[in-house]
Nanobody
Framework: QVQLVESGGGLVQAGGSLRLSCAAS????????MGWYRQAPGKQRELVAQ????????NYTDSVKGRFTISRDYAKNTVYLQMNSLKPEDTGDYYC??????????WGQGTQVTVSS
């Protein structure tokens, strides 16, 4: 079993920054890849950013390229999403996902991000 605990969401003005954290209950080396997804009201969940744990290969959806950065911290078993230059359209529920090496996929509980204009 893998538990993922997200934190760092909140209310921020347009142009501001937030850093989301996803802390895993297992060593990151047992996870192949982690990603952040978001879901806005009335829209389907979409991939925002993902990173391979070994190698650090990253991928971002076009709308956040140049503004968001995903990173990993082995010592803390944590993946971060640094969000800069936030826009109202970034508003939504953000979910962390982990692809474990042998236990399958897991979702965090989600954290809310609201960007006001």
């Amino acid at each position: 079993q893998v538990q993922l605990v997200e934190s760092g969401g909140g209310l921020v003005q347009a142009g501001g920054s937030l850093r989301l954290s996803c802390a895993a209950s297992v060593n990151l080396f047992s996870i192949k890849g982690m990603g952040w997804y978001r879901q806005a009201p009335g829209k389907q969940r979409e991939l925002v950013a993902q990173v391979t744990i070994i190698g650090g290969r990253t991928n971002y959806t076009d709308s956040v390229k140049g503004r968001f950065t995903i990173s990993r911290d082995y010592a803390k078993n944590t993946v971060y999403l640094q969000m800069n230059s936030l826009k109202p359209e970034d508003t939504g529920d953000y979910y962390c996902h982990a692809d474990h090496a042998w236990q399958g996929g897991y979702w965090g509980q989600g954290t809310q991000v609201t960007v006001s204009s």
